[in-house]
Nanobody, 123 residues
Framework: QVQLVESGGGLVQAGGSLRLSCAASARTFSNYAIGWFRQAPEKQREFVAAIRRPGDTSYTDAVKGRFTISRDIARNAVYLQMNSLKPEDTAVYYC?????????????????WGQGTQVTVSS
């Protein structure tokens, strides 16, 4: 079992930055691929970024060059640094864990999810 808790969401103006954190409970956290997903009102949940190990990352095109995903194995945490935020980034952001040895972008492959954190970007 993996328990995930997101934090760091909030209200920010367009062009601003936020850093989301995902804290995990599992002692074997390093064995999991971790992904960030987001869901805007009346839209489907979509992939944002994922990491398995440093250098093994993936991003959706909409956030490339603006968002950076990283993980701290010692702290059992994964971070999503979000810069140059746009109103269209507004959504609830979720982190998720998948027991895979590679980066995973399909949400159906993730077995553990956090409760989500709201990110609102004003224009």
């Amino acid at each position: 079992q993996v328990q995930l808790v997101e934090s760091g969401g909030g209200l920010v103006q367009a062009g601003g930055s936020l850093r989301l954190s995902c804290a995990a409970s599992a002692r074997t956290f390093s064995n999991y691929a971790i992904g960030w997903f987001r869901q805007a009102p009346e839209k489907q949940r979509e992939f944002v970024a994922a990491i398995r190990r440093p250098g093994d990352t993936s991003y959706t095109d909409a956030v490339k060059g603006r968002f950076t995903i990283s993980r701290d194995i010692a702290r059992n945490a994964v971070y999503l640094q979000m810069n140059s935020l746009k109103p269209e980034d507004t959504a609830v952001y979720y982190c998720a864990a998948a027991s895979f040895a590679r980066v995973v972008i399909d949400p159906d492959e993730y077995g553990f999810w956090g409760q989500g954190t709201q990110v609102t970007v004003s224009s």
